[in-house]
């Protein structure tokens, strides 16, 4: 075998072996850790995530955010926002708007449920598009915040695991582990699994962990605090963390509408490049 056929072969047993490291990676599937404290009996696990599956803010709803952007390096900044919700027959949809002049998307409508999907408008573009799998990790506004974080698709995956209660930041929460279906595998094969945790209390995410490879979290999102407001408890604070590089992104909410009519049409997806300016007409009771 002459010098060139070997290296050829050299490159190709290389490639394969590199195939055959990302196919095991992908096949990573952390072992759940049950809880020695709490009842971790499954059927009691699925009764408590349909439960939450139905849970949300009574009629629609209308937030005022910023995102503080605290880098582990450099100086930090802030973006500010709207997010429009409601509830339809898949589950809880949202459209989130940003100020003209952000980076990347200026809009985005964010279905969860069952049969989760994210659409956008290209800045370029007259049409709404469907967003994929892996365009769902992409930073929004130069944040750690993504569509992803935004539709928290993990709370409707089916092959999820309960592992009983565990206490979080001094309260006792339910602990879930639920694994990716195949397209978000395919798309983003370095995510092995979402631990997610619910008060057992309120019923309300306080903490979400998106495992990677080595069973460990690469983000971790944190509720801080709840407000109640308009006779309804509100998420008021959430910290995004890349465990990676350790860069932060606090998402807060700076003031609320809630119990609205909105008009559907602002939920439609054909829509989304034309739905009217909605603040405006809008009352905000503003938090400090």
């Known amino acids: ?9 050299t490159v190709l047993g290389l490639a394969f072996f590199f195939a055959l490291t990302a196919q095991a990676q992908s096949r990573v599937r ?11 009996d499954p059927v009691e696990g699925r009764r408590l995530l349909a439960e939450f599956r139905k849970l949300g803010l009574a009629g629609d709803y209308a937030l005022e955010f910023t995102l503080r952007v605290m880098p582990r390096r450099g100086d930090e900044r802030s973006v500010s926002g709207r997010l429009y ?13 940003f100020p003209p002049g952000t980076a990347g998307a200026r809009r985005l409508l964010v279905q969860n449920g069952p049969h989760s999907a994210v659409w956008t408008v290209p800045q370029d573009g007259a049409d709404a598009v469907g967003v994929g799998a892996a365009q769902l990790f992409a930073p929004l506004a130069g944040t750690e915040l993504t569509a992803f974080d935004l539709q928290m698709p993990f709370v409707f995956w089916d092959d999820c695991v309960f592992e009983g209660v565990v206490s979080v930041r001094g309260r006792p929460a ?8 195949a397209d978000i595998a395919a798309a983003r094969p370095g995510l092995t699994g979402v631990r997610f945790y ?6 309300a995410l306080v903490q979400a ?8 979290p690469v983000k971790t999102i944190s509720v801080l605090d709840l407000k109640r407001t308009q006779d309804q408890w509100i998420v008021r604070t959430i910290d995004l963390r890349n465990e990676v590089t350790r860069d932060k992104t606090r998402f807060r909410i700076t003031g609320a509408a809630l119990n609205l009519a909105l008009p559907p049409i602002v939920f439609a997806p054909a829509h989304l490049p034309v739905t009217p300016e909605l603040g405006a007409g809008l009352k905000f009771e503003e938090f400090q």
């Open 30 to 40: 952390p072992e759940p850790q049950y809880s020695f404290t709490g009842n971790a």
């Open 209 to 216: 962990e998106e495992l990677g490879a080595d069973r460990q």
């Open 1 to 9: 075998m002459n010098a060139r056929r070997a290296g050829r072969y």
């Open 85 to 97: 919700g409601t509830r339809n027959a898949q589950g809880p949809i949202s459209l989130v708007e």
């Open 174 to 181: 339910h602990r879930f582990l639920a694994y990716p279906p």
């Open 198 to 203: 619910l008060d057992t209390q309120f019923s």
